[in-house]
């Protein structure tokens, strides 16, 4: 993914990087080609130009233009402004001693293997996941997770046959002991639909009302493109969602959802799924994604493991 916003925005400042000197008309012109390659990455209008105007406001600066190499200066401030945009620092999970995690989405956006990664990333961390069906209404929904948890070794508390109430099969979930001794983590995989409607929401509302979750986690397909920022919006409006997982980043799409999402939603992207299978999942390193982007390969990959290990912080409920 992003392959072509790379090759566009490579071009772009290899040319900057040209100029001994540089004016307010080469910046200018140069940002013009960045905006139209970022709308052109599915990056949504306003996010672009708010982005292009902080470059812009920094890059004009005396301190830059009259510099020895104006080219890099300003090619420095956009990888800067592109992590933050992405998120800064990663944040990690905000569990409790008793740690719930929703998860919600549309269908078809990952939420059931995503779950299922979420779950063999804690316990590779050393913890005890217990994953929880929700979709009580597509068996398909259960035999999935319940197929995916033992693939993992990780249980799944699936709901009694004919079980239609969700609250109820839920607090069966909590009731029924996980590890014992242990601080289980319950992550609850939730209904979807094809789209978004007022009955699930309802249902979403009513659920976390009633869990009172520590992490509310949005997936998104990172190809869907523009209707992400709405899908994303409508969610966080309803439910005041904590996090972002986003799914396919190993796709082909371009991919400006990822750039979107931290600005509209005012949310971390947590975790990012980068193909189908299991292990295929990682902790969302904005910097990361920002260097990949200008073609400056994986920054800072060393500290992907000190992310890893960082990404829970326990907050006691005492």
């Known amino acids: 993914m992003f ?27 140069a940002l013009r080609q960045v905006r139209l390659a970022l709308l052109e990455a599915d990056v949504d209008f306003q996010v672009a130009r708010n982005f292009i105007a902080r470059v812009k406001e920094k890059a004009l600066g005396e301190t830059v233009l009259r510099s020895i190499t104006p080219g890099q200066q300003i090619v420095k401030i956009f990888y800067e402004e592109l992590t933050a945009l992405l ?12 740690g719930r995690i929703l998860i919600v989405g549309l269908n078809g956006s990952g939420k059931t293997t995503s779950s299922a990664k979420l779950a063999r990333f804690l316990k590779k961390q050393g913890h ?17 997770l319940v197929t995916l948890g033992r693939q993992i070794d990780v249980p799944v508390q699936a709901p009694e046959p004919n079980e239609k109430n969700v609250q109820r099969a ?3 979930a909590i009731l029924n002991a996980g590890t014992p001794g242990a601080t289980n983590i319950h992550i609850f995989d939730t209904a979807g639909r094809q789209e978004i409607n007022e009955p699930l ?29 709405s899908i994303a919006t409508h969610f966080n409006d309803a439910l005041a969602i904590t996090g972002i997982i986003l799914t396919k980043l190993d796709g082909d799409a371009r991919g400006g959802a990822a750039l979107s999402m931290r600005e509209v939603t005012r949310q971390p992207i947590k975790f990012a799924g980068a193909g189908e299978k299991l292990d295929q999942f990682e902790v969302f390193i ?4 920002a260097g990949r982007i200008l073609g400056m390969g994986d920054v800072n990959a060393n500290c992907a493991q000190l992310h890893s290990t960082s990404m829970i912080s326990w907050h006691s409920s005492r």
């Open 3 to 29: 392959s072509q916003l790379s090759d566009k925005l490579q071009e772009i400042f290899k040319d900057l990087r040209g100029h001994g000197v540089i004016s307010e008309a080469n910046v200018d012109a």
């Open 87 to 98: 998120g800064g620092d990663s944040a990690p999970l905000r569990l409790q001693d008793k």
């Open 128 to 144: 005890f996941p217990i994953l929880v069906p929700c979709d009580l209404q597509r068996p398909a929904a259960i035999e999935q």
């Open 170 to 172: 839920v607090a069966a």
């Open 201 to 229: 929401i309802q249902e979403l509302k009513e659920l976390k009302e009633f869990l009172d979750p520590q992490e509310i986690l949005l997936v998104v397909d990172a190809a869907t493109g523009q209707q992400a920022v």
């Open 286 to 289: 904005p910097e990361r994604l």
